[in-house]
Each structure stands twice: as C-alpha cells, then as structure tokens.
C-alpha cells in the first residue's frame, strides 16, 4: 500500500507530503524545512540519530511529523519537533509512536479517543473548555506506542508541548 493510501487512514489532521498530493497545495508551510528541522533536533544521544528518515506528514494541529525509516521501510514514528532551531537535549525530540504501520494507527485511534472524551466533558461541563488560543486547559494525556524492538532506548515524555 502506498504512503497516501495510509495516511487516508489516520485522518483529516495530516498534511500529506508525497508528490502530487492535493494537500500541499493547501498547506503554508515550508515542507523542506520540517526536514532540516528534524535534522537539526535530532542529537547524538537521540536513538534516531543518524537515521535514514523521510518525512512523509505533519499534523496540521502541532508540530508532529510522521517519518519513514528508509533503512527498514516497514517502520515508522511520529516525532514532535520543537521547532527551536537547535540541537536539543535529554528526551527531545519525543518520539510519540514508533513502529509498523499498524501501531501509527492504534496511536492516533487513542488521540482520537483522546480529543472525543475531553469535547465530551466539555459539553457537559466537567472540563474547562478551550481558551481563545486554542489552549487546552488541562493537557489531554495519550500513551505513547512503541514497538520496535528497541522500544527501552527510545525517549518519551514532555518537551516543550503546546
């Protein structure tokens, strides 16, 4: 199956980057530097230092970018950029979700699970909802998945999130 035909699969919060795609039309943003940025984050203590990866979307809602491994073309991550413009340190950039496609799905079916309940408890008034800048005002917690096998290595937490 191909990259687009996949990302059909995760929903209308991805911009698609492959060639030819309807999106990037629609998209503002600069595709090449979601690239360089990631390559820029990404320091040696990093697991996916030095890694082969392709970016092939980004989340329209934050900064996550959704990567291809070149080198093992059946696995895949999302990872939150920060957008510093620097090498960073410790667990950033996060790795949300890494894995085969399979576990891309399953995460963003908790996200989605996630952002329903908290609409949910908004409407009923047991959640304060959103604030004029899109703010959530408690942070909606979603487990991250990984499993490639070298799961132990890989960083996860917060860093910087909006």
């Known amino acids: 199956m191909k990259d687009p035909d996949r990302l059909a699969e995760l929903g209308d919060d991805w911009c698609d980057l492959s060639e030819g795609s309807d999106l990037t039309e629609e998209c503002d ?6 690239s360089r940025e990631l390559r820029t984050e990404v320091h040696p203590a990093h697991p996916f230092f030095g890694a082969a990866l392709e970016v092939i979307a980004h989340r329209w809602s934050n900064d996550d970018v959704l990567c ?10 999302i990872i939150h950029l920060t957008w510093s ?3 960073e340190i410790g667990s950033c950039p996060t790795i949300d979700a890494d894995g085969e496609w399979s576990h891309i799905v399953a995460y963003e079916d908790g996200v989605d699970a996630a952002l329903n309940e908290a609409e949910a408890l908004e409407q009923d008034g047991r959640r304060a909802p959103m604030g004029p800048a899109g703010t959530a005002s408690r942070p909606i917690t979603v487990e991250a998945v990984h499993a490639w096998p070298e799961v132990s290595a890989v960083p996860h937490g917060p860093c910087g999130r909006g």
């Open 85 to 87: 413009k620097r090498e």
């Open 68 to 77: 291809r491994h070149l080198d093992t073309p059946a696995r895949y991550s």
């Open 29 to 34: 943003r600069d595709h090449a530097s979601l």
